[in-house]
C-alpha cells in the first residue's frame, strides 16, 4: 500500500458544501493541521484530490520532524544513530525543501532560520501538536541554535554540524501548497485549482473571475488543556497578559500567486507556567516576543509568503518597512488587535490581492551559498533581493480573460 494511499484512509476527504455545483471543494486532516482543496470544473475534484493526496504523502515522508522514519529526521540523526553531524545523500525533494529554508534564511537576514528544530524540541515542542498535554518545566537556558550558515548543501549531498535539528516549519507547508497546486492543475488542464494547508494558500491553472475568495481571519486552536483564550508570552517573564479578542475577518480575491498567514495565537502550549508558541527567534532561542501576533502576507509563490509572514513576526518593529521594501502585500495584526496593511494589501472587503509576479527567493535543490555573520534586522530592510529574484513561479497563471465557476467563499 503507498503513503498517498495510508494516509488517505486514515483522514478521509470530507466534502464541503459551497453552494456552487460549478466548484468542488473537500477537506481532511494532513501535516498536523487541515488541508482544504478547491477545484473547478467540479467533476474534476477526485482526480485533483488524488494528486494532492500524493504530493502531501511526498512531502510528510520527507520533511516530516515528527516521524521517526522521515528523511529530514535520519539526516538530522546522522550515520551510525548519532545526534546530528556528517553527511548523506538525500532525495531531490528533500534538497528543494532544504533549500527553500536556507534561501528563505538568507533573504530574512537569518530570522527564518531551520537550525530551531532543536530550540522547538527543548520548549516543549517535540512531536506532533496534536500529542502535546499538561505543563512541563521551562528550560533553564535557551537553547543553543547552530545558525543555517553550518548547513551546507550542495545539490542533493547535506552536511550538518553536530546537534542539529532542522525543522522546515516556516517554509515546508507552503512549499507543499505549491507543489500540490502546480501538479494538480497540470493533471486537470481547462480548469482551477486553490490548495490551503492550514491557511497557507496556492493557487494555480484558471481563477474564477475576480479571484477565488479567501477569508483571511484569526482563528486561534489552543492546546487540548487549554480553554482560556490565548495570551501573551512574556519576554522577560512575568505574568502573562491576555490577547484582546482576535481581530476581524476580512475577504480578499486571489486570482494568482500565495497567500499565507503566521501567528501565534495558534499552536500554543504551556511550560512553566508559561504559554509558548511555535515561532521561535533564532537570535534567542525563544518564542519571538514582538508587537505582531498575526500577519498575512500575499507572495509570487506560497513558500515565498510563509517565509515573509513568519519573519516579520521575529522581525518587530522593522517589519512593515520590510515587506514594504520587497513589495509584497501584507496585513498585520498588532497585539491590541488593531489592523496595518502593507504594499498595496485591499483596505476593504472582497478586494483584489495583487502579489509580486516574480519570486524573491530561488526555488529547487541547490546549493545555497551563506553569508557570514547573522544580520541585523535593520539592516535587512535595504537589502536587495537576493540572485534568483526574477524566477517566475512554475504554474502561476499568466494575465487575462478568466471565466467564473461561480462567486461562493471558500476559506
Known amino acids: 500500500m503507498t503513503a498517498a494511499r495510508y494516509l488517505t484512509m486514515q483522514n478521509a476527504w470530507r466534502p464541503i458544501d459551497t453552494g456552487a455545483r460549478t466548484v468542488g471543494v473537500a477537506e481532511r486532516a494532513a501535516l ?5 482543496v478547491a477545484a473547478w470544473p467540479a467533476h474534476r475534484l477526485a482526480r485533483v484530490l488524488a494528486v494532492v493526496d500524493a504530493e502531501l504523502a511526498l512531502l510528510d515522508q520527507q520533511a516530516s520532524r515528527f516521524r521517526p522514519d522521515s528523511e529530514i529526521a535520519a539526516a538530522c540523526r ?17 534538497a528543494e525543501a532544504i533549500a527553500v529554508a536556507l534561501a528563505a534564511a538568507r533573504w530574512t537576514g537569518g530570522l527564518v532560520d531551520p537550525t530551531v528544530g532543536g530550540a522547538l524540541c527543548s ?37 550538518l554540524a553536530a546537534g542539529t535539528w532542522l525543522d522546515l516549519g516556516a517554509t515546508a507547508k507552503g512549499l507543499g501548497a505549491d507543489r500540490a497546486a502546480r501538479e494538480a492543475a497540470a493533471a486537470v488542464p481547462a480548469g482551477g485549482v486553490l490548495v490551503s494547508l492550514g491557511g497557507d494558500i496556492a493557487v494555480a491553472g484558471e481563477a474564477p473571475v475576480g479571484g477565488w475568495p479567501v477569508l483571511v481571519a484569526e482563528r486561534p486552536v489552543l492546546a487540548a488543556d487549554e480553554p482560556e483564550p490565548a495570551r501573551q508570552p512574556p519576554a522577560g517573564g512575568g505574568r502573562p497578559a491576555r490577547f484582546p479578542p482576535r481581530s476581524p475577518g476580512q475577504v480578499v480575491r486571489l486570482a494568482a500567486g500565495a497567500l499565507a498567514t503566521s501567528s501565534i495565537m495558534c499552536r500554543q502550549w504551556r511550560r512553566g507556567g508559561r504559554m509558548l508558541h511555535h515561532i521561535v527567534d533564532p537570535r534567542t532561542g525563544l518564542p519571538a516576543a514582538g508587537p505582531w501576533r498575526t500577519v498575512s ?17 521575529i522581525m518587530g518593529d522593522q517589519a512593515r518597512a520590510w515587506l514594504a521594501a520587497q513589495g509584497v502585500p ?24 495583487e502579489p509580486p509576479e516574480m ?53
Open 32 to 36: 498536523g493541521t487541515s488541508a482544504r
Open 123 to 159: 520548549l516543549g515542542y517535540d512531536r506532533d501538536f496534536a500529542a502535546i498535554r499538561g505543563d512541563g518545566a521551562m528550560p533553564r537556558a535557551p537553547s543553543h541554535v547552530p545558525g543555517w550558515q553550518s548547513v551546507r548543501l550542495d545539490g542533493r549531498r547535506l552536511r
Open 297 to 313: 502576507v500575499a507572495a509570487a509563490n506560497c513558500a515565498e509568503a510563509n517565509a515573509a509572514s513568519t519573519a516579520a513576526i
Open 78 to 94: 546522522g550515520a551510525g544513530g548519532a545526534q546530528g553531524g556528517g553527511s548523506r545523500i538525500v532525495s531531490e525533494g528533500l
Open 359 to 411: 519570486c524573491r527567493m530561488p526555488a529547487g535543490p541547490g546549493p545555497v551559498a551563506g553569508l557570514s555573520g547573522r544580520a541585523d534586522p535593520a539592516a535587512v530592510v535595504d537589502r536587495p533581493s537576493p540572485p534568483g529574484a526574477t524566477r517566475r513561479l512554475a504554474g502561476r497563471t499568466p494575465p487575462g480573460p478568466r471565466r467564473s465557476p461561480g462567486g461562493r467563499r471558500w476559506r
Open 330 to 353: 501584507a496585513r498585520l495584526v498588532a497585539r491590541d488587535g488593531s489592523v496595518r496593511l502593507v504594499g498595496g494589501w485591499p483596505a476593504i472587503d472582497e478586494g483584489v490581492l
